[in-house]
Nanobody
Framework: QLQFVESGGGLVQPGGSLRLSCTASGFTLGSYAIGWFRQAPGKKREPVSCIWPSGTGTNYGDSVKGRFTISRDNAKNTAYLQMNSLKPEDTAVYYC????????????????WGQGTQVTVSS
């Protein structure tokens, strides 16, 4: 089975940082684009960032651009989301997902998902 294990979420103060990790099992991430999405209660799932299989192409949502950085380590079968200068509006459940070949803002295109990890930004 295709599985992701996510970690790194938690409670952080505004202005703080967190690093989320997403490790795949059952498949090799090298040929997949990896997206990070988030969903707050009562809101639609929002694309946060995506990294292409090459690792050279990345995309960021406007609300996180300049604060978040996506990366991957194919040898470790792991993707990361470094989140800096966190704001209360970043509070959400964060999900990693994989799509073969390319990035997309549409969560419908991603067939493999992690279980989600809660990020709470509060003083």
């Amino acid at each position: 089975q295709l599985q992701f294990v996510e970690s790194g979420g938690g409670l952080v103060q505004p202005g703080g940082s967190l690093r989320l990790s997403c490790t795949a099992s059952g498949f090799t991430l090298g040929s997949y684009a990896i997206g990070w999405f988030r969903q707050a209660p009562g809101k639609k799932r929002e694309p946060v960032s995506c990294i292409w299989p090459s690792g050279t192409g990345t995309n960021y949502g406007d609300s996180v651009k300049g604060r978040f950085t996506i990366s991957r380590d194919n040898a470790k079968n792991t993707a990361y989301l470094q989140m800096n200068s966190l704001k209360p509006e970043d509070t959400a459940v964060y999900y990693c997902a994989a799509n073969l070949g390319y990035c997309s803002v549409s969560p419908e295109l991603f067939g493999s998902w992690g279980q989600g990890t809660q990020v709470t930004v509060s003083s």
